[in-house]
């Protein structure tokens, strides 16, 4: 099945995000990484994890939410929520993307401001000075 195919059976858009997470099963931590969030379940990374049809509880900070493994294969997990997750409780545990710079790309030269005189004077005293013959050489 194809990517396209996935996203179009969610019930609910997932987030990208790569952040540290307990799953807890049978009163035992583990400790997984949250690869993407929703509001109805989560994908994980991590060792040893439960089988599918396993109940869980995943804690990430305060948030704390009972769920099942629905799929798993390899080190990866996918978990359904009990309770569908609120957006506001979702949105708080994505961090916000990182402002991108503009690029500025402006060329540099002297055009770009009016010369001071003294600029200008050592300007002239610099080309007046130059050890170049000919132009172009």
């Known amino acids: 099945m194809d990517e396209s ?5 969610r019930r609910s858009r997932r987030s990208n995000v790569l952040l540290t997470a ?11 990484k949250l690869r993407n969030l929703s509001a109805n379940g989560a994908l994980l990374q991590g060792e040893k994890l439960p089988v599918a049809g396993t109940p869980v509880r995943f804690v990430r900070n305060e948030l ?3 769920g099942r493994v629905i799929w798993g294969q390899g080190k990866y997990a996918g978990i359904a929520f009990a309770e569908r997750l609120q957006p506001d409780v979702v949105l708080r545990h994505i961090p916000p993307p990182k402002p991108r710079m503009k690029p500025d790309f402006r060329r540099p ?21 130059a050890p170049v013959p000919h132009l172009g050489e």
């Not at 195919?5 to 059976?9: D, F, G, R």
């Not at 307990?22 to 997984?32: D, F, N, Q, S, T």
């Not at 770009?112 to 005293?125: N, V």
């Open 5 to 9: 195919a996935i996203s179009q059976n």
């Open 22 to 32: 307990i799953l807890e099963v049978g009163g035992a931590a583990l400790p997984v």
């Open 64 to 66: 704390c939410v009972d």
């Open 109 to 129: 030269g002297l055009a770009c401001r009016e010369l001071s005189p003294d600029e200008f004077r050592l300007l002239e005293s610099w080309l007046a000075t």
